[in-house]
């Protein structure tokens, strides 16, 4: 699951928070890789969503410093 929202990343503790964030660099490392071989993804829009949450968790994660 790639769509992490705004709601769950407040209720998260800040260890969550950098597991999620590993999580979800992986499953973009193996979008990236399939997109890469030439096959066509399961799931079209993983892509956008996983760097969008990516994007998400280090913004919340900037803020709280």
Avoid: F
């Avoid at 992986?26 to 993804?41: H, S």
């Avoid at 969503?49 to 994660?61: D, E, F, V």
């Amino acid at each position: 699951m790639s769509y992490v929202s705004n709601r769950e990343i407040a209720s998260m503790s800040a260890e969550a928070r950098q597991a999620r964030l590993l999580e979800l660099q992986e499953e973009l490392l193996q979008l990236r890789a399939e997109k890469a071989l030439g096959g066509t993804p399961s799931n079209m829009g993983a892509y956008k969503a996983t760097r969008r949450s990516i994007a998400r968790l280090k913004t919340h994660m900037h803020n709280q410093q």
